[in-house]
Each structure stands twice: as structure tokens, then as C-alpha cells.
């Protein structure tokens, strides 16, 4: 059996719902016969998770490690059967999952808080147009103005 001796992702980015873990020299290595083989990323490099589904999207991207002059090629969906990738990758995908509810709450909260602030000075540049309308006594200006507001706090 393969076994997972160190992985940290080199590089992580969530995109919407699909989180990416690349991964570069020195930071993913396994045992095999008790022969400790490097990542190097010739082929593949990166795993791609759905943070909804929790389902790795590229199964069949290929990692190879090196010892010496000897390489193993081993498809990610065979390194998931016969490793412990498990174990290592269930922190890695609860840390990111949790940073990017985070990020997506902060987002919407804000939203809400700029769309009123815009809502409220496009009302006051509104008003200022209205009274600038009445001083200049252009009453058709005045009407279109004051259907606009009208249609805005509907």
C-alpha cells in the first residue's frame, strides 16, 4: 500500500464552488516498499474539489513522484483508492471549505450595505435635481424627475 508521508497544497483558490489545491516540489510526498518517492509536476499538479458536493472533480489527472531515476505514475483516482490521501486531505478541504464560507458571507453582508448607500445618494442627487428643477421653473423637467422617484421607492 501507498501511504501519504507529507501533502500540503503549494498554492489554494476557491472559485465560486470549486476549490483548487495545486501542488509543487517537496510538498506532497509518499511511501512505497518503504521507499519514499517526491511529487514533481510534470503531468498533473493540481486537485480540484466541488465545495458543495465535496467531490473531486479530475480524477483522472495524473501525479507522478520520483526517487532518483525511478517514477510513478499514478492516476489521482487510483492514489485515492490505495492511499491514505484521505486522511491528509479532509483538513486541508475543512480549513478551505471554512475560509470560504467566510469569504461568501462577508461579500453579502456588505452588498446589502453598499446597495442601500447607493440607494440613499442616488434619492438625495434625485431631490437635488427636483429642486433645481422647481428653481429654474422647468416643470416638464419636474415631472420626469418626479416619476423617477416615484418609480424608484415603488
Do not use: C, W
Not at 512505497?32 to 486537485?47: A, C, Q, S, T
Not at 483508492?81 to 461568501?104: C, F, G, K
Not at 442616488?122 to 416619476?147: M, S, T, V, W
Request: no cysteine.
Amino acid at each position: 500500500m501507498i501511504q501519504v508521508q507529507y501533502m500540503k497544497p503549494f498554492y489554494t483558490k476557491v472559485s465560486g464552488s470549486t476549490l483548487r489545491l495545486v501542488f509543487a516540489y517537496q510538498y506532497f510526498s509518499i511511501t512505497k516498499d518503504n521507499e519514499l518517492f517526491h511529487f514533481v509536476p510534470i503531468e498533473g499538479k493540481e486537485i480540484m474539489v466541488n465545495l458543495k458536493t465535496m467531490q473531486i472533480e479530475n480524477l483522472s489527472e495524473i501525479f507522478v513522484f520520483q526517487r532518483g531515476n525511478r517514477f510513478l505514475r499514478l492516476p489521482l483516482y487510483q492514489l485515492l483508492l490505495i492511499s491514505n490521501v484521505h486522511e491528509h486531505l479532509a483538513p486541508i478541504l475543512e480549513e478551505a471549505s471554512n475560509q470560504a464560507e467566510t469569504i461568501n458571507l462577508v461579500p453579502q453582508e456588505e452588498n446589502a450595505e453598499i446597495k442601500s448607500i447607493i440607494q440613499a445618494l442616488e434619492n438625495q442627487n434625485l431631490e437635488r435635481l427636483i429642486d433645481e428643477a422647481l428653481a429654474n421653473r422647468d416643470e416638464q423637467l419636474f415631472y420626469e424627475l418626479a416619476e423617477r422617484k416615484r418609480q424608484m421607492n415603488e
